[in-house]
């Protein structure tokens, strides 16, 4: 049954409660089956008024696309306190990343899932969202090799593959984690830390791994 219909409520109210009933029909149905009817009930609304404030199906899509990428990478953000050591950094976005994603199971969904199986214009959403990780993963690493290597000049451009291969394991181990009976956020964030900071701690030591001279 769905939420107690309230002619009263304020209109941003009201709209994210479809957004929060759109997410969670979203991420456990999928896009497709998903229906306008399902959404609306479980907001509380009618279907007439869901099209009202959000057009169709496919910009209410949209809309959750958004919500929950701004969501995410706010969390991620925040959860970063600067002037700490650069492992210290690294090991909070992560815990912040894993938190987010494990609190929020549907949004992850939506992003990692539908959104990105559903062609244009849905996935280029969670792209420009991924791109906003990358850029910030790479600005954390980057800054931690230019203090261990006592150059300010060290481009990011040296650093950039090290941000997307981190963030692509992200999400994969979020998606792994939230499928996983009892992962917890600091388990995931912790085996993404043994198996990127030694690496990482190599690099910026300037012992970076190179291939056999006969490759």
């Given at each position: 049954?769905g939420a107690?219909?309230?002619?009263?409520?304020?209109?941003?109210?009201?709209?994210?409660?479809?957004?929060?009933?759109?997410?969670?029909?979203f991420?456990?149905?999928?896009?497709?089956?998903?229906?306008?009817?399902?959404?609306a009930d479980?907001?509380?609304?009618?279907?007439?008024?869901?099209?009202?404030?959000?057009n169709?199906?496919?910009?209410?899509?949209?809309?959750?696309?958004?919500?929950?990428?701004?969501?995410?990478?706010?969390?991620?953000?925040?959860?970063?306190?600067?002037?700490?050591?650069?492992d210290?950094?690294?090991?909070?976005?992560?815990?912040?990343?894993f938190?987010?994603?494990?609190?929020?199971?549907?949004?992850?969904a939506?992003?990692?899932?539908?959104?990105?199986?559903?062609?244009e214009?849905?996935?280029?959403?969670v792209?420009?969202?991924?791109?906003?990780?990358?850029?910030?993963?790479?600005?954390?690493?980057?800054?931690?090799?230019?203090?261990?290597?006592?150059?300010?000049?060290?481009?990011?451009?040296?650093?950039?593959g090290?941000?997307?291969?981190?963030?692509?394991?992200?999400?994969?181990?979020?998606?792994?984690?939230?499928?996983?009976p009892?992962?917890?956020?600091?388990?995931?964030?912790a085996t993404?830390?043994?198996?990127?900071?030694?690496?990482?701690?190599?690099?910026?030591?300037?012992?970076?791994?190179?291939?056999?001279p006969?490759?």
């Open positions: 049954m107690v219909k309230n002619k009263r409520m304020p209109r941003a109210v009201r709209e994210q409660q479809m957004l929060d009933a759109a997410v969670r029909t991420g456990q149905r999928g896009y497709r089956a998903a229906s306008m009817d399902e959404i479980l907001a509380g609304v009618s279907k007439p008024l869901v099209y009202l404030y959000l169709s199906k496919e910009d209410l899509f949209t809309a959750c696309i958004r919500r929950e990428a701004e969501a995410l990478t706010d969390a991620v953000r925040a959860g970063v306190r600067p002037g700490i050591p650069a210290r950094q690294l090991w909070e976005g992560l815990r912040a990343f938190t987010h994603t494990a609190d929020n199971p549907d949004g992850w939506v992003l990692h899932l539908q959104a990105r199986t559903h062609g214009p849905f996935a280029a959403e792209l420009a969202m991924r791109e906003e990780l990358v850029v910030f993963v790479t600005q954390l690493i980057a800054v931690a090799a230019r203090e261990a290597h006592r150059d300010p000049s060290l481009p990011e451009r040296e650093v950039a090290l941000a997307e291969a981190l963030v692509g394991a992200a999400e994969s181990l979020a998606a792994w984690a939230n499928a996983a009892g992962i917890s956020a600091k388990q995931a964030a993404l830390m043994n198996f990127a900071w030694s690496g990482l701690g190599n690099m910026m030591e300037g012992r970076p791994w190179s291939p056999p006969q490759d």
